[in-house]
Each structure stands twice: as C-alpha cells, then as structure tokens.
C-alpha cells in the first residue's frame, strides 16, 4: 500500500505532461519569420490538441469516479434487506419459543434476540444475554443460535453442547437455530439415541397392539418407525384404558427439526368421549400434563381432540 502510495506521488499530472511536451517541442522547431509563424500556428493547434486531451482525460476520470459512486447504493440496499431478513427470522423465533417452549426453561440468547424473546412474553428471569466472555453456554436448558451466537462458539455448539435442534427459522447466514443443549455434552446424547429409538418403536409396536387403540396409517408408521414423542406413548395406554381412542394422526410445530412428534389428533367413536377424553387430559399430572387440549373440527368435519406438549420435548422414557 505504501509503495502505490509513493508511485502515485511521484507520477506527474496530466497538465504537466502536455506543459513540457510542448515546451520542448517549440525549443526545437522555433526559428524566425516566416517558419516562426507557421511554427506558432502549428504551436496553437499543437496546444489546442493537448488542451482537448487533457479536458478528455479529467472528463474520462470524472466518469470513471461516478460509476463506483453509482454502484455504492448496492451494498446499503443488501444491508437493509438483510436486517429486515434477521429481524423477521428473530420475531418468528421468538414467537415460537413463547408459544411451544416449556414454561421456565431456561434460555440463553444474544441481547437483541433476548429483547425480542421478552417483546414476545418470554420472563425475563428465565433468559440469559450472552456475553463476548462467554466461553460456554452451560447452565441452560435451550440456547438460540443467532448468527452472533454461532460465531462465538463455532463448531463447539454442536459438536460439543448443543446436539439436537428444536426448530430453525429461515435460511443462510441469518438462519436462527433453537437448539437443545445435553447435560452430559454431545458424545452422551449421540450414544443414547440408537437406545432411546428402539424404546419408542418397542412402546409404539405395543400400542398398537391393544385394542382399544386404532390407528390411520399415518399414525402407525410415526409409532413404528420411533418418531412419537414418549409422554404420548406413556399417556395413551392409560387413556384408551379408561376410553376407546382412534389415532388421527401425530404432528408437530417444530419446523426445520427432525424430533419426536409432540401433537397428536384423536378421535371418539362418540361426542361423549371426546369430553371425557379432554377430562382425563386436564386430570394427569405435571410432567403428562399437556400443555394444549382441546377439542376442534377438522376441514373433513371431524370432530378431534389435538393435544400438544411443550418443547423442548424428550427421546427417552427418563425425561429430556
């Protein structure tokens, strides 16, 4: 950079460069009389060229210097869209977590998305700012991986804390990521999910088995394959003891992650159980309890009840 800098400083301006190209031309071709006129008119258009050359060069400059001016506004436009994009991705982050995540969990985030966590009705008790000396996210249940987060602690938060995700909203550099962080670290929780998968399928083949349990196809391929959340395949076996229950379907509104489904819609043979079933529900306790029951008609005009649990939502049948 130096180097250019001298180069410049010593490289001579246009208007110098015609003045001395001039000059020394007319030292040699100037005589007098006649050759001494023409030499002058020769000298005027000589100078008159220069003049256009040198007008040319400044103007070709000036033009040049607009065009990167005129390019500029294309960097401001990114930006703006960009931090539209980022607040958008944190509205909705933050409007999920409020809606689906278990009330008191524990959440560590950066302060914007942190105001935007508490805007949405997140306690701010339960939310922790992450500082630029954070070394690890540790002594929280649930971390929200911003662009800001995930540059702090780079591969680490995955590979090392924070395995499992939750949900995600949007794409590329501004995605946002709530992430489940494991007590034990990301090796123990890799070594239990063979383990905690068989058990899902081992309880869903069982289920399926009792006969006071029905089940569409698309609930029974979610209970074989291991991909029903365990305090639906706890709760079920009880709930169709006490009431005859069809497997509408299980679901989830975790977007962007491959966990346990968490909802489920069922069905009565009769209006009667559907209110008994919504009774049972409300009657369980804490840790069974569902966070949403209730009682809907689906486009087909079927009645269900839909219940939902919280996340972050468990793999085993010990909790999360």
Same mark, same amino acid.
Not at 26 to 38: K, M, N, S
Not at 80 to 84: D, G, K
Not at 235 to 239: C, E, K, N, V, Y
């Given at each position: 950079m130096g180097e250019q800098q001298y180069s410049r400083h010593l490289e001579p301006s246009w208007p110098a460069v015609a003045a001395t190209t001039f000059r020394l031309w007319?030292?040699?071709?100037?005589?007098?009389?006649?050759?001494?006129?023409?030499v002058l008119v020769l000298s005027a258009v000589a100078a008159m060229a220069l003049g256009a050359l040198v007008t040319l060069a400044f103007t070709g400059h000036g033009a040049q210097s607009a065009t990167p001016q005129a390019s500029d506004a294309a960097p401001s436009i990114t930006s703006?869209?960009?931090?539209?994009i980022a607040r958008a991705n944190r509205d909705q982050a933050a409007a999920w977590i409020a809606a689906q995540m278990l009330p008191g969990t524990d959440i560590e985030c950066d302060t914007l998305m942190c105001a935007a966590l508490q805007a949405a009705g997140v306690s701010a008790g339960n939310l922790l700012v992450m500082q630029t000396t954070t070394q690890d996210p540790l002594g929280v249940s649930v971390i929200v991986a911003t662009p800001a987060v995930r540059n702090q602690f780079g591969p680490r938060l995955a590979s090392v804390y924070a395995p499992l995700v939750l949900a995600q909203f949007g794409t590329g550099a501004e995605q946002i990521e709530i992430r489940y962080i494991a007590p034990d670290g990301t090796a123990s929780f890799d070594s239990s999910l063979g383990s905690d998968r068989a058990a899902r399928i081992a309880a869903g083949e069982q289920l399926l088995t009792n006969k006071r349990v029905q089940a569409s196809p698309a609930a029974r391929y979610a209970l074989l394959t291991g991909n029903v959340d365990p305090r639906l395949l706890i709760? %079920?076996? /009880?709930?169709a003891h006490e009431i005859p229950v069809r497997?509408?379907?299980?679901?989830?509104?975790?977007?962007g992650a491959a966990v346990p489904l968490r909802g489920a819609e069922l069905s009565a043979s009769a209006p009667a159980g559907l209110s008994a079933m919504?009774?049972? %529900?409300? /009657?369980?306790?804490a840790q069974y309890?569902?966070?949403l029951s209730e009682k809907v008609e689906l486009a087909n005009g079927q009645w269900v009840v839909t219940v939902q649990y919280d996340a972050p939502g468990w793999l085993g049948f010990k909790g999360p």
């Open positions: 007319l030292q040699r071709h100037t005589g007098g009389g006649r050759r001494q006129r023409g703006s869209s960009q931090l539209q709760t %079920l076996p /009880a709930l497997l509408v379907a299980f679901d989830d509104s975790s977007p919504l009774a049972f %529900l409300a /009657a369980q306790q309890k569902p966070s």
